[in-house]
Nanobody
Framework: QVQLVESGGGLVQSGGSLRLSCTAS????????VGWYRQIAEKERELVAL???????NYAEFVKGRFIMSRDDAKNTVYLQMSSLKSEDSAVYYC???????????????WGQGTQVTVSS
């Protein structure tokens, strides 16, 4: 069974920083596609950053230069370092992983529970 557990959300002032973490069990991040998404109020979930196996991350235009996605293979954890936060970054942030689990023959599209980020202006 694949589980993605996120942490690190919270309340921060505009211009501040937060780091989100997502740790996986049942799946090896370095061998799969991992992304951070966010959902603002009633809007559709949108891609923030995406890391394909062996590649450097790609970012949505609205976070380029402010957010950095990284991965610690020893901890099987991905991070989203968010800086210069704006009120419009307030959202629930989700970790996503797509690919094969560590159970032979099992794969899919997996989501974390989401973590709330609120940026006060």
């Amino acid at each position: 069974q694949v589980q993605l557990v996120e942490s690190g959300g919270g309340l921060v002032q505009s211009g501040g920083s937060l780091r989100l973490s997502c740790t996986a069990s049942g799946m090896i991040f370095s061998m799969n596609t991992v992304g951070w998404y966010r959902q603002i109020a009633e809007k559709e979930r949108e891609l923030v950053a995406l890391m394909l196996p062996g590649n450097t991350p790609n970012y949505a235009e609205f976070v380029k230069g402010r957010f950095i996605m990284s991965r610690d293979d020893a901890k099987n954890t991905v991070y989203l370092q968010m800086s210069s936060l704006k009120s419009e970054d307030s959202a629930v942030y989700y970790c996503n992983a797509r690919g094969m689990s560590t159970t032979p023959g099992r794969g899919g599209d997996f989501w974390g529970q989401g973590t709330q980020v609120t940026v006060s202006s």
